[in-house]
């Protein structure tokens, strides 16, 4: 069965800004080609997933659960998959596919003495992203404005939102109907302020997949037990990637060093560097948040990124 009508079919050949008013959404700032799918369903492209459009449609990666039959499932308390899928000229591409914890109870622990150096609601309001959020906040951080004080951070790039038509029971997702209701209740604000005439909804009882472009190298911890790194070139990394998040206004809750990704050089005995700095990629964004106006100053934050290192 096509999952696509033959007028969708005819769009994924448009260019991303030429859609129709109708196939586009936005939610937290992010732009999206949104496509109903036959039989239910539906998927949120971004500008950088409009390019892999027919890819990442769920035929390629998601029906009779290729994802699990072709990709391999990453260490993690989360479901995320590496999946290759085709691309032109017989090629493979990998590809992350992420289901969401969105509205679950998160597994973050906190020794007290670091607790003490923040404020109680920084941890106690501590929740997943929805795929929505995740995505904003991400988009937020490529965007920038950068400069001397506020470096870059390369990051893998997202894709697309994929919510499948089949619905289940509100304890099978393992999720918390009043913290969904707050999901709900600001994607509602957001799309009434900066929405398009797509409006964009979540759905409790439907699951909800992110689709990431993988970020080729190996997490610092890897590379740290491979030789690569010394514990103080991990502690170095670790404490400036803290800071690079800082400085855009970002913390993320449960920030640890085998979230970041570095590539060796071809000759194998070296990372890529850059200014005296090992080149990384940030990979995890579900509690990926804005600092509260009433955090503490820097030091505590970088004690409390430390202490969360596990």
């Not at 970020?215 to 610092?220: E, P, Q, R, S, Y």
């Amino acid at each position: 069965m096509p999952l696509l009508d033959d007028a969708t079919c005819q769009l994924l050949h448009v260019a991303f800004d030429d859609l129709p008013a109708e196939y586009k959404a936005r939610a937290y700032g992010v732009d999206y080609a949104r496509l109903c799918l036959l039989g239910g369903g539906e998927l949120f492209l971004t500008r950088y997933g409009w390019g892999l459009s027919k890819r990442a449609l769920p035929k390629a990666w998601f029906i009779d659960q290729r994802y699990q039959d072709t990709g391999r499932r990453l260490d993690g308390t989360g479901t995320v998959y590496r999946v290759p899928i085709v691309v032109p000229v017989g090629a493979t591409k990998d590809v992350v596919v992420k289901f969401s914890r969105v509205a679950q109870d998160v597994p973050i622990f906190v020794e007290k003495p670091v607790a003490d150096l923040i404020p109680n609601s920084v941890i106690e309001s501590a929740c997943f992203n929805d795929p929505f959020e995740e995505f904003g906040l991400l988009t937020q951080l490529r965007r920038g404005p950068f400069g001397p004080d506020r470096p870059p951070v390369m990051t893998k790039r997202p894709l697309a939102i994929y919510s499948p038509p089949r619905e289940y029971k509100v304890w099978q997702l393992g999720r918390k109907e009043g913290l969904f209701s707050q999901h709900v209740s600001r994607l509602k604000a957001d799309q009434e302020t900066n929405g398009t005439g797509v409006p964009v909804t979540l759905h409790l009882k439907r699951d909800y997949i992110l689709f990431f472009q993988w970020v080729k190298g190996l997490d610092a911890v890897q590379l740290f037990d491979d030789g690569f790194l010394t514990a103080q070139d991990l502690r170095d990394l670790y404490d400036h990637s803290n800071h690079a998040l800082r400085a855009h206004g970002l913390v993320v809750l449960d920030h640890k060093p085998r979230h970041l990704i570095l590539r060796p050089r071809r000759n194998g005995i070296e990372l890529l560097a850059r200014d005296g700095r090992f080149d990384y990629a940030l990979v995890d964004f579900e509690l990926l948040k804005p600092i509260p106006t009433d955090l503490p100053d820097d030091a505590p934050v970088k004690q409390l990124a430390e202490a969360m290192v596990v």
